[in-house]
């Protein structure tokens, strides 16, 4: 079966400081998208970042940053400068293989930020 | 936000009675999917539709059944609600004809919650 795995089911930070969630994901397909969705209290899924696996530069977005390892299926997501308001459920996802337009999720990280 | 809307956003039923939730977009994409979200297994896949009258399977269908006549509307039906289907139910939007950054991206309703006793 596919599968996601996010190997830290809880995580807390310090505020300012900087945390990374592992990821790692086991799709065959060559060219896809990897997702990183964070869940806060309100439960609405919002996204994050996105990574192009064709692309070997890593992405990021202002305080949100990726290390990706294609060899080793390997997605992890950086948070610097950690903010009360990152507090959250994150989740990451991969496609399916033999189907991108379909992901597959991770269990998810909890996240707590500590003042 | 995307937009899209879910409804109902709460529902409290009872074991044995049919249910159906909605899904609501104003964006014209291609593809539509049904979540489930439940503690310790994130978000779980149920059904998907890929256009009008087109739809498939996820690896959590046993139980429901999905219908989509018009491009914004994608509806879940639990025709016999149980208890093991009480849930977040997430609905979610894509479309792999868009460019950039939004290409193949899932962009996701609100949610609703189902309690079914």
């Known amino acids: 079966a596919q599968t996601v795995t996010q190997s830290q089911p809880e995580m807390s930070v310090q505020e300012a400081e900087t945390v990374t969630l592992s990821c790692t994901y086991d799709?065959?397909?060559?060219?896809?998208?990897l997702f990183w969705y964070k869940q806060p209290p309100s439960r609405q899924m919002i996204l994050v970042i996105r990574?192009?696996?064709?692309?070997?530069q890593n992405a990021t977005e202002n305080r949100f940053s990726v290390n990706f390892q294609k060899a080793a299926k390997s997605f992890s997501l950086k948070i610097s400068d950690s903010q009360l308001g990152d507090t959250a459920m994150y989740f990451c996802?991969?496609?399916?293989?033999?189907?991108?337009?379909?992901?597959?999720f991770g269990k998810g990280t909890k996240l707590t930020v500590n003042p | 936000d995307a937009g899209i809307t879910q409804s109902p956003r709460h529902k409290v039923t009872e074991t044995g009675t049919p249910v159906t939730l909605r899904c609501h977009q104003t964006?014209?994409?291609?593809?539509m999917y049904w979540y489930r979200q439940d503690p310790g297994h994130g978000l779980r896949l149920i059904h998907y539709?890929?256009?009008?009258?087109?739809?498939d399977k996820g690896e959590v269908s046993d139980g429901y059944s999905v219908s989509r006549s018009k491009t914004e509307d994608f509806l879940l039906t639990l025709e016999s609600a149980t208890s093991s289907q009480t849930s977040v139910y997430f609905c979610?939007?894509?479309?792999?004809?868009?460019?950039?950054?939004?290409?193949?991206?899932?962009?996701f309703g609100p949610g609703t919650r189902l309690t079914v006793l």
């Open positions: 979610a939007i894509s479309d792999p004809r868009l460019a950039g950054p939004t290409a193949d991206t899932q962009y």
């Open positions: 996802a991969s496609p399916w293989s033999g189907g991108s337009e379909k992901l597959v």
């Open positions: 539709s890929y256009g009008v009258k087109d739809t």
């Open positions: 990574q192009e696996a064709y692309k070997q």
């Open positions: 964006e014209n994409h291609r593809y």
């Open positions: 799709t065959s397909e060559n060219n896809y998208y």
